[in-house]
């Protein structure tokens, strides 16, 4: 990858600096004073680099959480891991992955310009890892030059709007309102998991509702029920791996017990500096946004990461990782019997889209819903990848892969379009996707103003 383009990925990954832009050109729009551009700008910065920190933290705890189970339960096969698979893959692939993910982003802009979907993704990273993806799959396949762009970046637009789209009926119950859409690489399972709340919960109340004796009352403390659900994990899977694999290999000599609790702690701190990233975030980047939607893309909302919703159910956040973990152990036992590649659950996606899914599942089914809901996720991201890994080329006999159902569902969607009708038929196909969703947009306005006239007429 050369200078330029490795300086476009640089910036183009990194949220928190996409954020501020997003932020500095809304207030710019408005015509904002100086000091409140400079105050709001930073803030918002700030406020991300404050979640990616404590995204950070989480993944830090829950890493050795992953090699304990491993090592106490005596597991091997392919783990789903994002930033190991785009790391090799970037060394081959890094100058197809820069220009479509640039080209992806003005496509998103474009697509959210000229339909009702007025979605734009925000989460820069997720949008490396999908362009580096597509890229790896198109190429593989033998797609080049001008077409291999336009078509990859077509695909990434698509992908960067509707995966928000399908998910908003659900982000506005949780949110309460239509301010903020979400831009994930788990979409498709958070939408399910919403849908699977609204079957099986009827008269299941939330996950946020505890109802506990006086003296266990302080477990209605978010911070406390974590710390404590996580300690007890945390622990049985130190003992599980044993006290002189933890100590000499992990805990740097420290006592496994003692080892264990600090990790289970340092996970909460991290669940609190999301929360309070997200208040950060969330006091700026709305206001602000009106520029952008009001200028640039009317009436567009911004798609940002997934532990955004965290602090509207944090209990559901905890309910929904083991739930989605204990999916994938069922599923790796499962993909044994059946003779296939065996995903071993990570700690990380299992994390994330768990919990994720449980908090939508939540919203519309109480705790069965988030219960069922992120169980189907982790079923659902332990058999999509032994799918995927067909189409990518060398990648697909690395001792990793890429994790999360949207990667799955559009890696495994363009692989086999392709494979079944080659380059020119893929891009047709996504060209004609684009042009459903403009005709729909031109129809359902139509109606609307007919709508609209007839009630006049009434």
Known sequence: MNGILKVFVDFLSQPAIIIGVIVLVGLLLQKKSVDVIIKSTLKAMVGFVVIQAAAGVIVGSLNPFGVMFQQGFHISGVIPNNEAIVAMALKEYGTPTALIMTFGMIANIFIARVTKYKYIFLTGHITLYLACM??????????????????????????????PAIQ??????????????????????????????????????????????????????????????????????????????????????????????????????GFILIQNGVRLVLNEIVPAFKGISSKVVPNSRPALDC????????????????????????????????GLVIIIPGVVPHFFLGATSAVFGNSTGG????????????????????????????????????????????????????????????????????????????????????????????
């Open 307 to 338: 532990p955004i919703i965290f602090p509207y159910a944090p209990n559901a956040v905890i309910i929904g990782f083991i739930s989605s973990f204990v999916g994938g152990i069922v599923s790796m036992f499962a993909l044994g019997a059946m």
């Open 134 to 163: 597509i890229s790896v799959i198109l190429v593989s396949s033998g797609m080049t030059g001008i077409h291999l762009i336009f078509t990859g970046s077509l695909a990434l637009g698509l992908i960067m709007v509707i995966s």
């Open 367 to 458: 705790r069965r819903g988030a219960i069922i809901g992120s169980f189907v996720n982790g079923i659902i991201i332990s058999f999509l990848p032994v799918a995927l890994l067909p189409v990518l080329g060398n990648l697909g006999i690395a001792n990793s892969t890429f994790s999360d159902t949207d990667f799955a569902l559009s890696g495994i969607f363009l692989g086999k379009v392709q494979g079944f009708i080659g380059g020119v038929g893929l891009t047709c196909v996504l060209i004609g996707i684009l042009a459903i969703m403009v005709i729909w947009t031109v129809v359902t306005k139509n109606k609307k103003v007919d709508d609209s006239a007839q009630a006049k007429v009434d």
């Open 168 to 269: 908003q009926p659900f982000m506005k119950k949780i949110t309460g309102n239509d301010s903020v859409a979400l831009g994930h690489s788990g979409g498709t399972s958070y939408a399910l998991a919403g849908y699977i709340g609204k079957i099986v919960g009827k008269g299941s109340k939330s996950t946020e509702e505890m109802n506990v004796p006086k003296s266990l009352g302080f477990l209605r403390d978010s911070v406390v029920s974590i710390s404590l659900t996580m300690a007890i994990l945390y622990i049985i899977v130190a003992i599980a791996a044993g006290k002189e694999f933890v100590e000499t290999t992990i805990s740097s000599g420290n006592n496994f017990i003692v080892y264990s609790l600090i990790e289970a702690l340092t996970f909460s701190a």
